[in-house]
């Protein structure tokens, strides 16, 4: 057999494996195509966004004539700030960003550290009926809100409260038209709770007995030794507590009827009032649904690492 011959008997038997580039060529192309679909998924969330914040800048005219055509995604035509002067005009904006940042910041950091400390204690102390007590606030989050609403407005309406007024205090009945109705009632939260368990159980627990060995009580462990290692958990908790209350709507319109305390969500109502020659106003309710998502967008840009960090920490601790 020849020298040839031989070789070409090896190859038949032994291929040559491929090369980097001819590896690399089908990752890529496979690569590619991965990304499709998240590409329309970003779309779906984004164009909404987009028709709203150019839709704020056109007159209400262009932006129906715009609705089934690619411009109402695009920032052609006559553009202008009119909308937005409007705004200021029709609804008292600086006010109610103001009670709607009072009222979801204090649930925010009120609530960061009640159920931070709620399941420090169901993780890391041991006690009978943590598992039960677990329990019964997770199911909580299985009842709407909507199915208790009522109830609480009775009990609120019923509640004792001192008014602060210029001559001293007096005790009242009634939390409505108060910042304590917004508040207190939502500062506990069961998921939060939940989340909060759930990471502290993942911090091994020889932690807490070095630190009990040196003299620290729990509430020591819980600010100095653990709550530092749950940084992510923190800035979930905070995202997914803003969302809601800021996006309040139902409680406010039910407990609320001074105008110099309802949040943004309620100033929606001022663009739909009856009996208006104009009709209903779009340019400005997208100029208004605008300037409130702001505060949205700050606050997830602010928080977006620690948040994925905690999606991606759970999934791999399990």
Do not use: C
């Not at 005219?61 to 715009?66: E, H, T, V």
């Not at 208790?148 to 008014?163: D, E, N, S």
């Amino acid at each position: 057999m020849t020298t040839s011959q031989t070789t070409a008997a090896a190859t038949a038997e032994h291929p040559p494996e491929p090369t980097t580039e001819q590896q690399v060529k089908p990752q890529r192309k496979s690569g590619l195509w991965n990304y499709v679909p998240l590409i329309l998924l970003a779309a779906t969330f984004v164009l909404p966004l987009l028709f709203m914040v150019f839709s704020s800048l056109k007159p209400k005219d262009q932006i129906l004539d715009d609705l089934t055509t690619w411009r109402a995604f695009a920032p052609v035509g006559d553009l202008s700030l009119g909308n937005y002067a409007d705004v200021f005009d029709r609804v008292p904006v600086a006010r109610f960003f103001l009670n709607s940042m009072i009222v979801t910041t204090s649930i925010v950091l009120i609530g960061l550290f009640v159920n931070s400390l709620a399941g420090f204690a169901l993780a890391r102390l041991d006690f009978k009926g943590r598992g039960v007590i677990l329990m019964g606030v997770v199911a909580t989050l299985i009842v709407p809100f909507e199915t208790f609403a009522i109830p609480m407005v009775y009990l609120v309406t019923k509640l004792p409260r001192i008014g602060v007024y210029s001559d001293g205090f007096a005790l009242e009945q009634g939390w409505n038209n108060s910042y304590e109705v917004l508040i207190i009632p939502f500062i506990a939260n069961a998921f939060s709770i939940f989340l909060f368990t759930q990471y502290y159980r993942s911090i091994p627990k020889e932690l807490d007995e070095a630190a009990r060995v040196d003299g620290a009580g729990w509430f020591r462990i819980y600010r100095s030794v653990v709550s530092p290692l749950a940084g992510p958990a923190f800035a979930t908790s905070a995202i997914l507590t803003f969302l809601p209350q800021w996006n309040s709507y139902l409680w406010p319109l039910l407990v609320i009827q001074q105008e110099e305390l309802r949040p943004v969500q309620v100033g929606l109502r001022y663009f739909f009032a009856s009996g208006t020659a104009e009709g209903t106003p779009w340019g400005q309710i997208m100029a208004y649904t605008s300037l409130i998502t702001i505060p949205v967008v700050i606050v997830f840009i602010a928080f977006q690492r620690a948040f994925i960090s905690s999606v991606a920490s759970s999934g791999v601790k399990g």
